[in-house]
T-cell receptor, first 107, second 116 residues
Framework: RKEVEQDPGPFNVPEGATVAFNCTYS??????FFWYRQDCRKEPKLLMS???SGNEDGRFTAQLNRASQYISLLIRDSKLSDSATYLC????????FGKGTMLLVSP | DAGVIQSPRHEVTEMGQEVTLRCKPI?????LFWYRQTMMRGLELLIY????????DSGMPEDRFSAKMPNASFSTLKIQPSEPRDSAVYFC??????????????FGPGTRLTVT
């Protein structure tokens, strides 16, 4: 079983749409959870941390369900610039990265 | 802050040649990580250092790969001899253990390695 599993997509959505990504992780000892964003031919960049209480950053909302070992990311009012691959990440001193979900936002 | 710096950005070499990739972590960070990314396997952790000491190198593919961190501001990843299957993007990342809530990692721009 992969440590962090994500639907690779691509998710094709029009501008303004709401889109949700999910991932599951296998290591119940994981203590840190993040979403990273990776643009084509660029490095991964931290998008946001994920907390059990849920957290929001502008149009982005992340949720963590420790009991189900499940993490989600919701993007509201999608922009063309949101087109990227979104990596689900778990761990602590070392991080395990999922392979990512590709999002394509079209005009 | 300058961010994580990697060099070279692109490297094309012939099979059998030695390749050296370089990384300068963010100043003050005490963890340094080397990753390899391919379409097939995604982002794989090769080795990581804490306070310049290698902690876990179980991800290093084989003895052809070696990594060093002689001081807090410099690390190298060496492949000798290189093979075509080593073609990938190699990322260096650093993090700071003093942050509450977890060890967010910051990535360099990567080195795109092509071995022909």
């Amino acid at each position: 079983r992969k440590e962090v599993e994500q639907d690779p997509g691509p998710f094709n959505v029009p501008e303004g749409a709401t889109v949700a990504f999910n991932c599951t992780y296998s290591n119940s000892a994981s203590q840190s959870f993040f979403w990273y964003r990776q643009d084509c031919r660029k490095e991964p960049k931290l998008l946001m941390s994920v907390y059990s209480s849920g957290n929001e950053d502008g149009r982005f909302t992340a949720q963590l369900n420790r009991a189900s070992q499940y993490i989600s990311l919701l993007i509201r009012d999608s922009k063309l610039s949101d087109s990227a691959t979104y990596l689900c990440v778990t761990g602590y001193s070392t991080l395990t990265f999922g392979k990512g979900t590709m999002l394509l936002v079209s005009p | 802050d300058a961010g994580v710096i990697q060099s070279p950005r692109h490297e094309v070499t012939e099979m059998g040649q030695e390749v050296t990739l370089r990384c300068k972590p963010i100043s003050g960070h005490d963890y340094l990580f080397w990753y390899r990314q391919t379409m097939m396997r995604g982002l794989e952790l090769l080795i990581y250092f804490n306070n310049n000491v290698p902690i876990d190198d179980s991800g290093m593919p084989e003895d052809r790969f070696s990594a060093k961190m002689p001081n807090a501001s410099f690390s190298t990843l060496k492949i000798q001899p290189s093979e075509p299957r080593d073609s990938a993007v190699y990322f260096c990342a650093s993090s700071f253990s003093g942050l509450a809530g977890g060890y967010e990692q910051y990535f360099g721009p990567g080195t795109r390695l092509t071995v022909t």
